[in-house]
């Protein structure tokens, strides 16, 4: 297991990246210090258009990992409810139509489905990009949920419960979420991390707002410099790398106590 150390620093950094990305500002250009290479003076270097690239990539970070939490926790709470629905109409035509609506969506993909909108209404936002993806990734992880949230109403303890009179939402609130917690945990951190990947594909693609910095279209800016300012492509794939290795590697802190 990763040292418990190792994990606390990695959420504290997130929880840094994504505060600053919705306090901080994008830093100004200067064009007479445009592609400078990396000195004492600049860490990191210029971009081309005179940025000072230690700042860019930190609001850059903090733009995409506050994005993508935004996102994630958009898509956790439709889950969570349409999972609920499905597990306690399984059979019939409610937990169907979710059903169906679910193959559906799963089939395109979010990707492809976000391009899409973004083909439709160029003009969106990363946040409302954000909140419009959440409402056609639901369905891997209401699958999941309902499954779950079934394997709990299935139990002895459940039956027992629903026979005394407990009601369904005192029933999900003290037996079901308790016992599908820790899966849901799980379930979060990689729709977090698939978000990060998905939203800096998107703004690499060149969709969405070219006004919002993304490590994505940093990324993508850096491909027609890569003779003149190699370091930016450089420092933006290894901004992106490490921005997927800091959400991968947080979701061992859910596991509970360290255990030796």
């Known amino acids: 297991m990763t040292p418990r150390p ?13 505060m600053g990305g919705v306090l901080m500002h994008p830093p100004s250009a200067d064009a007479i210090r445009a592609s400078e290479p990396p000195s004492l003076e ?28 935004w996102a994630a926790v958009l898509t956790l709470g439709i889950s969570c409810a349409l999972g609920a629905v499905a597990a306690m109409t399984a059979g019939r035509w409610p937990d169907r139509v979710i059903s169906t609506v679910s193959r559906v969506l799963d089939s395109l993909g979010v990707l492809i489905l976000g391009i899409c909108i973004l ?16 409402l056609i990734a639901w369905p891997s992880m209401s699958t999941v949920i309902r499954t779950e949230m079934l394997s ?24 079901v979420l308790p016992a599908i917690w820790p899966r849901l945990q799980f379930l979060f951190f990689g729709v977090f991390t ?10 690499f693609l060149g969709a969405g707002s070219a006004s919002e910095p993304t490590i994505g279209s940093l990324l993508y800016d850096s491909l027609s410099y890569l003779r003149t300012a190699p370091w930016f492509f450089v420092e933006c794939l290894t901004a992106l790398a490490l921005l997927l290795i800091l959400a991968v590697s947080t979701s061992p802190l859910l596991l509970g106590p360290d255990r030796r």
């Open 152 to 175: 709990v109403l299935q139990t002895d303890y459940a039956e027992a419960a629903r026979a005394i009179g407990v009601g369904r939402f005192r029933l999900f609130r003290v037996h």
């Open 119 to 134: 083909a439709v209404i160029p003009s969106l936002d990363h946040w409302t990009l954000g909140a419009l993806l959440s």
């Open 42 to 69: 600049v860490w990191l270097g210029t971009s081309p258009y005179g940025h000072n690239m230690l700042p860019l990539l930190s609001y850059a970070l903090g733009a995409t990992a506050a994005q993508s939490l």
């Open 194 to 203: 698939g978000f990060i990947a998905v939203l800096a594909a998107i703004s």
């Open 6 to 18: 190792l994990l606390y620093a990695c959420v504290g950094i997130l929880f840094v990246l994504v």
